[in-house]
């Protein structure tokens, strides 16, 4: 699906915006900074409603807030390989990260290598580079051993 002819008009609730809002934005960020919506935003939409919708953004080249939508999947997996996470979240990011082995581009095959490292190391689990957006400024394999 292609939303590069829609303009953004705009998040009913930023706090918990709608797929089709969250895409129509990404390819208009400019409309509203980052900057400008609520605090931690990112960790506020990384969950699993808007996966889908951010994985796809991710995956896209094209798309002027992929890099955002990277970090938001960098949350989303290291939330998915907490011990309490849940059978479904597990299942959904192994599908992403399969995913992004398959088809994705350097960024992408980057993010899918960390997250296979964390699955099996989880206590590699580093707060500034998968929260803060450390991977997503500075990319990098990770090494499965420190």
């Not at 400008?36 to 798309?63: K, N, S, Y």
């Not at 990260?97 to 590699?124: K, Q, T, Y």
Request: glycine share 4%; with cysteine; charged share 30%.
């Amino acid at each position: 699906m292609t939303v590069d002819e829609k303009t953004f008009s705009g998040f009913a609730n930023p706090v918990d915006p709608r797929p089709e809002e969250l895409q129509a934005w990404a390819y208009h960020p400019e409309a509203v900074p980052v900057s400008a919506m609520p605090a931690d935003w990112d960790l506020l939409i990384a969950g699993d409603v808007l996966a889908p919708t951010l994985f796809e953004l991710a995956m896209d080249r094209q798309c002027p807030a992929r890099r955002f939508a990277q970090h938001c999947m960098y949350i989303y997996a290291a939330d998915g390989v907490r011990p309490n996470a849940s059978s479904q979240r597990k299942r959904r990011l192994k599908k992403y990260v399969e995913r992004a082995e398959e088809v994705g581009d350097e960024p992408m095959s980057i993010w899918a290598h960390n997250c296979r490292v964390l699955m099996n190391r989880p206590e590699l689990f580093d707060y500034r580079d998968w929260i803060e957006g450390g991977l997503v400024r500075y990319p990098r394999r990770l090494a499965m051993y420190r």
